[in-house]
Antibody, heavy 115, light 111 residues
Framework: EVHLVESGGGLVQPGGSLRLSCAASGFSFSSHDMHWVRQGTGKGLEWVSAIDTAGDPHYPGSVRGRFTISRENAKNSLYLQMNSLTAGDTAMYYC?????????WGRGTLVTVSS | QSVLTQPPSVSAAPGQKVTISCSGSSSNIGNNYVSWYQQLPGTAPKLLIYDNNKRPSGIPDRFSGSKSGTSATLDITGLQTGDEADYHCATWDSSLSAGWVFGGGTKLTVL
């Protein structure tokens, strides 16, 4: 069965850093572009980053320069290094596989930025 | 403020049909495929429609999508109480700040 399982979320102070991980199973991880999408409480979805099969990253302006997406195909793993965190980054972070649409989502890991 | 505009809420009775709209511009919906996601309470989103009107395997044909110009719609027929959820549209935006964009989400209430 195909799965994405996120980990690494938690409480962090403003200005701090956090590294999220996503473990993929049940499919050919290296063959898919992968994304991180977040959702603040009671809010809509927001695309946070993407990495294609060649390892090239893409970011929206809201996180560019602060967040770094990476992948380790040998370990079927996706990562998100988040630096200089602010309260606005508080959200559930989802690891997402892109095929035709965002076709596979993990359950998410919660990041709370607060003092 | 989301790039794509959806109504915050819609409602209809069981068995009825509901339409959820998603409005954008030429830099996003007008020139790119639209996908739709269902998010049941307390769960992660799930792909309902991709490439404007295609359904992944396992998605019932009660769910259908369409696109015209810079707007897209999701139709749900034969409403069931289990359809009560948030629905999100998404597409690629090829403006200067290129990236994936979502609508603000629409809460469907089945009365």
């Amino acid at each position: 069965e195909v799965h994405l399982v996120e980990s690494g979320g938690g409480l962090v102070q403003p200005g701090g850093s956090l590294r999220l991980s996503c473990a993929a199973s049940g499919f050919s991880f290296s063959s898919h572009d992968m994304h991180w999408v977040r959702q603040g409480t009671g809010k809509g979805l927001e695309w946070v980053s993407a990495i294609d099969t060649a390892g090239d990253p893409h970011y929206p302006g809201s996180v560019r320069g602060r967040f770094t997406i990476s992948r380790e195909n040998a370990k079927n793993s996706l990562y998100l290094q988040m630096n200089s965190l602010t309260a606005g980054d508080t959200a559930m972070y989802y690891c997402v596989r892109a095929s035709a649409g965002f076709d596979l989502w993990g359950r998410g890991t919660l990041v709370t930025v607060s003092s | 403020q989301s790039v794509l505009t959806q109504p915050p809420s819609v409602s209809a009775a069981p068995g009825q049909k509901v339409t959820i709209s998603c409005s954008g511009s030429s830099s996003n919906i007008g020139n790119n495929y639209v996908s739709w996601y269902q998010q049941l309470p307390g769960t992660a989103p799930k792909l309902l429609i991709y490439d404007n009107n295609k359904r992944p395997s396992g998605i019932p044909d009660r769910f259908s999508g369409s696109k015209s110009g810079t707007s897209a719609t999701l139709d749900i027929t034969g409403l069931q109480t289990g359809d009560e959820a948030d629905y999100h549209c998404a597409t690629w935006d090829s403006s200067l700040s290129a990236g994936w964009v979502f609508g603000g989400g629409t809460k469907l209430t089945v009365l």
